[in-house]
């Protein structure tokens, strides 16, 4: 057997085997909703309860939100300057409406940041990897001014950027298949989330780490492949991983995507050592100048044995400790046996992916202890987090609208791998990184939210489920597109 055919049989086997992982992904998610609920106790726990008949009225709600909000882009023919407008303008009011103060990890960050990276507590000893996005939040409040409004606007900046860039990626994909004539309509599409607009009011990585990896698969996926394009990709994963090291995530899928898809094996090489020492070096760096305790820094063997805890089922429980080590993991692992892993396995995936909010009801109202820089009526009524109404109408809702997304992505994703076509192959990239995700957090601990980047990856399929949704139903009726 030759070596490109042998190449193609492997690759084909891959790629079917991302498929059927992301389509069972998205087919339990579905069928688990029809029965239960994921929920978070603001507490700090996951918990799973029935599903109620209120589920069924806000999917209406929902849907019909967005198919409303979908003929008004239609209207203005999808306009891009029209629809970034529209979710600015929802974006200033909900930031200055509900003036969030930070909390938690966020604190931390924020006023090591605003104080000239004094950390008298030694909090980045503890959590190096948050020098990153302290060193960012630095630079843009002693740039722009310290004022909480100032990160808030540039997770503005960086939504309107995740979504022109899945619109660019959209476009990729969708100029060599005829997905849809109007490809500007994913931008409308991709807007009106609920927990999108939450997530403004949190200052951490997650949206800047989004916006990073929106930009990077794009470049990944431009047919352009010029020399400054993969010194940019090189760099940019580099940077997105600093940010987050979940990015090793993206940075192992786009090495499998240049091995098996464009079958550039030297490029792949080159691109692997040039992450791995960057990387290598810039924590290292970041370690020395920052004067971090090395001895203070959480290992990874505590976010593992975390992962695996059986009454939260791998939720953060606050065990960590800096004695936790890969021993100690073994042992865990083996005293708990092959069957309660499962079962832990199972109740952890299905609850993140399920959650259908990525927790932005707490990182966009505030928990218990919430604060709020100015306080007004609705920052009164938000405060009451066991009882209040506009927390229990926005929480029903996000997991309303992230359940018809999921639908809609199922629908597109089987279309996808239906066709079969040579070119759909573009695609791949994006399911490795679901994967990726899925794999990650067997082992790892979880929270809803760390999945949130991947919902510009589920808005391309969403949407092009949504296209065929709307084909059939013009067909139906006799329309023309």
Not at 235 to 254: D, E, F, H, K, N
Not at 382 to 405: F, G, H, P, T, W
Request: aromatic share 18%.
């Amino acid at each position: 057997m030759s070596e490109k055919k042998y190449n193609n049989i492997f690759e084909q086997i891959m790629n079917n085997i991302a498929f059927v992982m992301c389509i069972t992904i998205l087919v339990t998610i579905l069928v688990f909703g029809f029965f239960y609920s994921a929920n978070y106790s603001f507490m700090d726990y996951p918990f799973f309860s029935k599903l109620t008949f209120d589920r069924v009225v806000y999917l209406s709600i929902s849907a019909c939100l967005l198919i409303s909000y979908m003929l008004i882009g239609k209207m203005f023919k999808w306009d891009i300057r029209i629809n970034f407008f529209i979710f600015t303008v929802i974006s200033l009011l909900f930031v200055f409406i509900i003036p969030l103060e930070p909390f938690s990890d966020m604190k931390n960050i924020y006023e090591i940041a605003i104080n000239g990276f004094k950390d008298e507590q030694g909090y980045l000893s503890n959590c190096p990897n948050q020098i990153p996005i302290t060193t960012y939040l630095w630079v843009i409040t002693s740039i722009f001014g310290k004022n909480i409004l100032i990160p808030k606007i540039f997770n503005i900046i960086c939504n309107v950027g995740i979504i022109y860039f899945l619109y660019k990626i959209y476009l990729v994909i969708a100029d060599t298949n005829e997905l849809s004539s109007d490809k500007k309509a994913i931008m409308w599409f991709s807007t009106p989330i609920l927990s999108v607009v939450l997530y403004e009011n949190h200052i951490y990585n997650d949206i800047l780490f989004t916006f990073l990896t929106t930009i990077l698969i794009y470049l990944v996926l431009k047919k352009q492949d010029t020399n400054l394009i993969f010194a940019i990709v090189c760099v940019l994963s580099v940077v997105q991983y600093v940010i987050r090291p979940t990015g090793i995530i993206y940075i192992i899928a786009i090495f499998l995507y240049m091995v098996l898809y464009q079958q550039h094996y030297r490029k792949a090489l080159v691109y692997v050592l040039f992450c791995v020492s960057l990387i290598f070096g810039v924590g290292k760096l970041n370690k020395k100048i920052f004067n971090v305790d090395t001895t203070k820094e959480y290992p990874i063997w505590s976010y593992i044995q975390m992962g695996v805890n059986e009454q939260e089922f791998g939720f953060q429980d606050g065990s960590h400790s800096m004695d936790w080590t890969k021993e100690d993991c073994v042992e865990k692992y083996k005293a708990l046996g092959m069957r309660k892993l499962l079962r832990i396995y199972v109740k952890k995936e299905i609850w993140m992916w399920s959650e259908g909010t990525y927790q932005a009801e707490r990182y966009g109202l505030g928990d218990y202890y919430a604060t709020f820089t100015k306080d007004n009526k609705i920052t009164e009524t938000v405060r009451n987090v066991d009882n209040s109404m506009i927390r229990k109408v926005l929480e029903q809702m996000m997991k309303a609208q992230y359940y018809i997304y999921m639908f809609f992505a199922l629908v597109g994703l089987l279309t996808v791998w239906k066709r079969n076509r040579k070119d759909m192959r573009l695609q791949v990239l994006l399911l490795y990184v679901i994967c990726g995700f899925f794999c990650f957090y067997l082992v790892w601990e979880i929270k809803s939210r760390y999945i949130y980047s991947l919902y510009p990856i589920f808005m391309i399929y969403g949407f092009i489920g949504f296209s065929i949704f709307v084909d059939g139903i013009e067909k139906i009726f006799g329309g023309n597109r």
